[in-house]
């Protein structure tokens, strides 16, 4: 008889939602994470009054009120909407791309005007059918914000031409003829009062974790522990990169803590142009707002995976999903291992994409 039902490998919101909703249902559950802390990448470095994202900024987005629901049981959350700014050669942009936007491109006042010009400039440069990111966001948005807001930004985050990339990456951005600056569409948004942490605390009240090991170097042992296995992990990594490994984009954060209390003035600004080898800069109080005399900012770096780096996106184009699709064959064909997360199910997840597939596999699971 083994000691737990669930071995959950990996504590970010896919794991953690699992434990929760396992050990709700009567289950005993063991959590594990190689780090020297649960929550994965939405976990939160306080610096004096700070919670300083350090995976890279998290703000929480959805449209689904049970999922809004389930999130608030855990924290209260704040009114923080991401309004980020861009600068592309020396000058200052809203997004995402809407009328503020426009008017600081072309002088555009109202929507007609600003509809004429994009709709000439689909007309000339855009593709019935776009096959990558670049035709995508030329038949979405045109020209002049392709160039100076979107083309070295993507080339930089992702290391590849945008005509190397999936279309559908540019399509998580709106496109509106309102002066509306908020990024998202969703109803719901806000960051937890009290940081991401408090979620993932409520989310393992009660359940036995175990941080510092890595499952792959105790598998044997680990494995004997509990009847299943729920992995978030890297799944090419599981099968030891058998059909050669997936690639995935790091990112290397640098972060430094400024004696002064405003340095940006907003919470992300992104930095376009290809020259600067840093996409964004977090200043992150503003996600809370918060009012201390000192200020933590964050560059964050895109940069080449390696085995030895951390995973944070994968690159989703045609060549890696054929190769996922065979790892994915043989994780359906495992009787005792549950999938799911970011990593391994190889997918561009958002947070609240993660909640809803952790809840619906552990429905499935427990009913
Ligand atoms: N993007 C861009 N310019 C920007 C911001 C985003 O071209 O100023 C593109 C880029 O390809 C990026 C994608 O839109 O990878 C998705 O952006 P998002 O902000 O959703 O990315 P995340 O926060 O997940 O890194």
Redesign the pocket.
Known sequence: MQKYDYLIVGSGLFGCVFAHEATKAGKKCLVIDKRNHVGGNVYCENVDGINVHKY??HIFHTNDKVIWDYVNQFAEFNNYVNS?V?ISKGKLYN?PFNMNTFYQLWGTKTPDEAKKIIKNQIKEHGFENPKN?EEQ?LSLIGKDVYET???E??EK??GKK?TE?PAF??K??PVRYTFNNN?FNDKYQGIPIGGYNKIIDGLLKGIETKTNIDFFENKEELSKLASKIVYTGKIDEFYNYKFGNLEYRSLRFENTRLEKENHQGNAVV?Y?DGNIPY?RIIEHKHFEFGKQKHTVITKEFPEQWTKEKEAY?PINNDENQNKYQQYKALSVQENNIIFGGRLAEYK?Y?MHQIIASALQKAKKELS
Request: aromatic share 18%; no cysteine.
């Open positions: 890279g900024a980020p861009s997004l990111l966001a807001l979107i083309k930004y993507t985050q992702w945008a990339l990456i540019i998580r951005l990024y992104n376009n996409t996106y561009y958002d």
